[in-house]
């Protein structure tokens, strides 16, 4: 099964940068999207933002737009997740999983890792 993990995450002030890491672990991960999502406390899991194996990117939160860039390196099988200007509202653990496709309804392959942590306070 094809498992992906998250790092990269912590603690970090407003208007603060954070990159994050999604890594297969040798897994080829050049025939998949992948899609970055969080939750937040007492929300539900929102996709952000989607690299198609393609190279189509696809960003689908209004609130990331602009301050989050997805980007992945296919001979390293990663992804990643620049995020900028921080606010406390994206305070969320942040996950990343292997899809079929950038669309929708696109079939999501593996299962949820743990993702990471993101905390974005004064």
């Known amino acids: 099964q094809l498992q992906l993990t998250e790092s990269g995450g912590g603690l970090v002030q407003p208007g603060g940068s954070l990159r994050l890491t999604c890594d297969s672990s040798?897994?080829?991960?050049?025939?998949?999207?992948v899609t970055w999502f969080r939750q937040a406390p007492g929300k539900e899991r929102e996709a952000l933002s989607c690299?198609?194996?393609?190279?189509?990117?696809?960003n689908f939160a209004d609130s990331a737009k602009g301050r989050f860039t997805i980007s992945r390196d296919n001979a390293k099988n990663m992804v990643y997740l620049q995020m900028n200007s921080l606010k406390p509202e994206d305070t969320a653990i942040y996950y990343c999983?292997?899809?079929?496709?950038?669309?929708?309804?696109?079939?999501?392959?593996?299962?949820w890792g743990p993702g990471t942590q993101v905390t974005v306070s004064s």
């Open positions: 690299f198609g194996a393609s190279g189509v990117i696809v």
């Open positions: 999983r292997a899809m079929g496709g950038c669309d929708k309804n696109s079939q999501k392959f593996g299962s």
């Open positions: 040798g897994f080829t991960l050049s025939p998949f999207a």
